[in-house]
């Protein structure tokens, strides 16, 4: 009797998975997509298609479940330079602002150059703004909103996380997005000088361990090197310390300047 109670029990939670698991895509009559648990209010859209979330689109399990599913198909990657200035710094806020999960390569490092000349067919100008298989050259605040809300990103992103973790509270007063760092004890002067310049701009501040499975696990779901320091505000991502891109981000963010301090 035990072995068949275990075995419906089984059975129950992989019914009860596989429930959890089922999604609906649909497109409305102003052709914007929506991905739900839910099937849509009847006359609501013009294509309805049942579909699965896989287990890997639960990499940002922190945000809602449509913008796991846009993230987890339209990765959002934007390609800068510290000497791009206002494009890049509006950009950037733009992302920020909404919510958006994404991705920043410095072109300024030959690894990023190259990236982005391979994926522009040797266009350097920067913001690029890369969603999944689209890529926008420069900041066009109605290019990068349409792009982004066609491939099923919400209009505005609340993440969970950051009504959670104590490091934030300062920044929750201000409605300022958490800042994580990611560290190693080998990475050595990159992550000091990443731990000072935070520590400067009196940015409050998690520390996270990038050891073990776990942590670098963690890492790469932000950064495909995988490398730390890795800065993480809000959903924004930033690898390697590069002092003008942490503090493009950092005021992008709204964090305050200090008065007499950095500039």
């Given at each position: 009797m035990r072995s068949v109670f275990f075995g419906f029990a089984a059975l129950f939670l992989l019914v009860t998975c596989a429930q959890a698991q089922q999604m609906y895509r649909w497109v409305d009559?102003?052709?914007r997509v929506t991905y739900s648990q839910s099937p849509p209010p009847a006359g609501a859209a013009k294509s309805?298609?049942?579909?699965?979330l896989d287990s890997s689109a639960s990499d940002f399990p922190t945000l809602p479940y449509a913008a796991q599913v846009a993230a987890h198909n339209f990765p959002v990657t934007m390609y800068a330079s510290p000497d791009c200035g206002a494009p890049c710094d509006d950009g950037r806020a733009s992302l920020q602002k909404r919510g958006i999960p994404?991705?920043?390569?410095?072109?300024?490092d030959p690894k990023g150059f190259e990236t982005l000349k391979a994926l522009s067919g040797g266009k350097t100008q920067v913001p690029?703004?890369?969603i999944g298989s689209r890529t926008l050259y420069g900041y066009d605040a109605i290019a990068w909103k349409n792009n982004l809300d066609e491939v099923g990103y919400p209009s505005s992103i609340f993440t969970p996380t950051q009504a959670a973790q104590p490091a934030a509270k300062a920044a929750?007063?201000?409605?300022l997005p958490l800042v994580r760092l990611f560290t190693h004890p080998q990475c050595g002067?990159?992550?000091?000088e990443a731990k000072a310049y935070l520590a400067g701009r009196a940015v409050p501040y998690q520390e996270l361990s990038a050891e073990g499975p776990a942590g670098q696990a963690e890492v790469r779901k932000?950064?495909?090197?995988?490398?730390?320091p890795l800065l993480l505000i809000g959903t924004t991502a930033l690898d390697s310390f590069d002092e003008?891109?942490?503090?493009?981000?950092?005021?992008?963010?709204?964090?305050?300047?200090?008065i007499g301090g950095r500039r």
């Open positions: 009559k102003d052709g309805v298609q049942p579909k699965r994404f991705k920043e390569v410095s072109v300024a690029v703004l890369q929750r007063s201000n409605s002067q990159p992550c000091e932000y950064s495909e090197a995988g490398t730390v003008s891109r942490y503090e493009s981000a950092i005021n992008a963010a709204g964090y305050p300047r200090l």
